[in-house]
């Protein structure tokens, strides 16, 4: 199968520091094995999923062209779901979680293309096509969902994070990765489980993207939707495991109506959920998410926000009041009566207005840094922004003067106007000056030998958020996460067993009723006596040619293994419960 990405109009629209995400699907690299879990998960869902799920997951599968038979492409998906306004990409294991909201800000639906092994069936706490392509695509195709999905990551990618955040993500990565490779020691999980552990003990106050990801994990991945007494799934986690799907329908999970409070749950990613959230629709998801945006600093600005981008450490941008958009790692602010009056970015800084980068103020023009008083002129009730070209000219805001402009809270800048700058409605939104010279009391903040001077125009801060304003300013080719995840190890025993799988899968698609399955079974007995979902396979082929003799045998061979595997005891009935129609057996 070709391994390149296939395209949808979605896609060509994504921004470069998007698309390094992206990685081929390279369909030849799923095997028979893999094969047979997707199946016997697809199956087993699809018959619990249809009693409890939300009514939009069946017809979602529908509409998606995910089959219960074989692990779907991305050409396949991309083509279908771009009918409904969406695509999908692969991508390899946990993405950072801005760069998630953004894909789906885009309507595009991040897919971890790898596949769970076969040991981790029930749940793996790293994502895969099952978790992605099972769980979150069929809900996508109710509409209303799918609105709140996009406006989630059109919100999400906006929140700012704490440098915190990004050890996190990498911790909770490098964990996944380690659960899910087979024959990892323990004390490599232990090591990695302790570093998760410590750091969610010292995060400090929730940043706004650890709060996003709550609600996000509450809804998008574990919520329940419907009444508290007969709750539906329609979270990604719960539709793509066969083990939480079960188990969170019964009394020992907790149902909490879901509000505002989501926004402070924290979670853990490698254990069951003690209790989840109920919403009464998914237009209530909605009001929540706009609830929590009115929270962040995307829509407060002000001081709060601007000390958010800087305790994040990270790129982003502050908005003011006249549309003016700086983009940089924030360092400083020095505030008056609770208000910032001056603030500083280092290193590299651009200028833009509508996300649209300012001619000639790139990161080129303001390569170390970018500083500015924010607020009224002292004394004068009018702000610079408010001015008339008549009022500008009578406070001595004027081309080729020399100007001393004193701000509230002793900023004060003085030098000689070259030119300003306008917006589309005539404000002034900055001004430039040479010999210029801006000081805060006695601490000099700009002095003449440094150039000339860009003083932003605005009279307060009014969005404060993570990210640049155009993507295009910045090299964001960079943010690639540190591990990769571990693909299954290929042995000769292993390739053994595939050569079985593909065999059976080859029988059953070819509707062969000739060819023996006695051979298939005795090697498998004799080579691979651990292996248990083969053999429920081959009980479903026997059972649809009615070969009792053989039924029997291998009956006995899954008992067996059922009393040297507890732990495949569940496992194995689910299969043969699918089979035999629910019919009570004594196996």
Not at 254 to 266: E, G, L, N
Not at 303 to 311: A, E, Q, R, V
Not at 315 to 320: K, S, V
Request: net charge negative; charged share 25%.
């Amino acid at each position: 199968m070709n391994t390149k990405i296939k395209s949808n109009p979605l896609l060509d629209r994504l921004p470069k520091h998007l698309k390094q995400f992206i990685k081929p699907q390279d369909y030849s690299e799923y095997t028979p094995i893999n094969q047979a879990v997707w199946r016997y998960v697809m199956r087993k869902n699809v018959d619990y999923l249809s009693k409890v799920a939300h009514s939009s997951y069946l017809e979602g599968l529908k509409k998606t062209g995910i089959e219960i038979d074989r692990i779907p492409s991305m050409y396949g998906m991309n083509r279908i779901l771009s009918e409904i306004g969406w695509a999908a990409v692969a991508v390899d294991g946990f993405i950072p979680p801005n760069a998630f909201m953004e894909f789906q800000a885009y309507n595009v639906l991040v897919i971890a293309s790898d596949i769970r092994q076969l040991e981790h069936i029930e749940y793996t706490p790293a994502p895969d096509i099952i978790h992605e392509g099972a769980g979150h695509a069929p809900i996508i195709a109710n509409p209303e969902y799918a609105e709140y999905l996009r406006r989630f990551g059109e919100i999400g990618c906006k929140a700012i994070s704490s440098y915190k955040d990004y050890e996190m993500y990498e911790a909770i990565r490098l964990l996944s990765i380690l659960k899910e490779a087979e024959d990892t020691p323990q004390s490599e999980i232990e090591a990695a489980e302790k570093a998760v552990e410590d750091l969610q003990n010292n995060m400090g106050e929730l940043s706004e993207m650890a709060q996003i990801r709550n609600l996000h994990w509450w809804t998008v991945e574990y919520g329940l939707i419907g009444t508290l007494e007969n709750p539906k799934i329609y979270g990604a986690g719960l539709l793509s495991s066969i083990g939480e799907s079960a188990w969170c329908m019964t009394d020992n999970v907790k149902k909490i109506p879901y509000d505002f409070s989501a926004v402070h749950q924290s979670f853990d990613i490698t254990k069951l959920q003690p209790q989840l959230y109920v919403t009464p629709d998914f237009a209530y998801l909605s009001l929540i998410l706009e609830e929590f945006a009115n929270t962040m600093a995307l829509r407060t600005g002000g001081l709060s926000g601007i000390k958010k981008l800087i305790h994040s450490k990270a790129l982003g941008t502050a908005e003011l009041s006249t549309g003016l958009q700086i983009s940089g790692i924030f360092s400083n602010v020095i505030e008056h009566e609770g208000k910032p009056i001056y603030f500083q970015t280092a290193g590299k800084t651009a200028l833009s207005y509508r996300e649209k980068e300012l001619v000639g103020h790139g990161t080129a023009t303001h390569p170390e840094g970018f500083g500015s008083p924010l607020g009224k002129l002292k004394g004068i009730n009018l702000a610079i922004e408010d001015m008339s070209p008549r009022d500008l000219k009578a406070y001595g805001v004027y081309e080729g003067q020399t100007a001393t402009l004193e701000f509230e809270g002793d900023i004060k800048v003085v030098g000689e106007i070259i030119t300003g700058k306008r917006n589309l409605h005539g404000e002034i939104i900055l001004i430039c000056f040479k010999n210029c010279t801006v000081t805060h009391g006695d601490t000099i903040l700009f002095q003449p030998e440094w150039g000339n001077y860009d003083m932003a125009v605005g009279k307060k801060l009014v969005s404060a958020f993570s990210g640049p304003a155009d993507v295009n300013s910045f090299d964001l080719i960079s943010h690639v996460p540190s591990t990769k995840t571990i693909k299954a190890k290929q042995t000769a025993e292993r390739d053994d067993l595939e050569v079985l799988y593909q065999t059976v899968r080859s029988i059953r698609e070819s509707n062969d009723t000739k060819t023996s399955l006695e051979p298939i079974f005795e090697k498998l007995l004799k080579d691979h006596p651990n292996d248990w979902l083969l053999s429920v396979e081959l009980i479903e082929l026997l059972n649809a040619r009615n070969e009792t003799n053989l039924i029997q045998q291998v009956l006995l061979h899954l008992d067996n293994l059922k009393k040297q595997r507890p732990e495949l005891k569940k496992l194995i009935s689910n299969g043969l419960e699918l089979i035999f129609e629910n019919e009570e057996t004594t196996h």
